[in-house]
């Protein structure tokens, strides 16, 4: 399986690397894995919603 690191996950959805850093903590990611210090995302893994806004939440 390929990976991206928190930096390109953050480039690729527009968010900075902290939120995916959150989002990978909070098991928000399927798929994403911890070796070390560093989160391993998968590729083809899409974007969560952010639940601090009341539209895409009220979208899931």
Not at 7 to 20: C, H, L, N
Not at 25 to 51: N, Q
């Amino acid at each position: 399986m390929d990976y991206m690191t928190l930096k390109e996950a953050s480039e690729k959805w527009g968010v900075t690397p902290r939120r995916v850093n959150y989002y990978c903590a909070s098991g928000r990611i399927p798929g994403a894995v911890k070796k070390s210090t560093i989160w391993l995302i998968p590729k083809d893994a899409e974007k969560p919603a952010d639940g601090r806004r009341r539209k895409e939440r009220d979208n899931q």
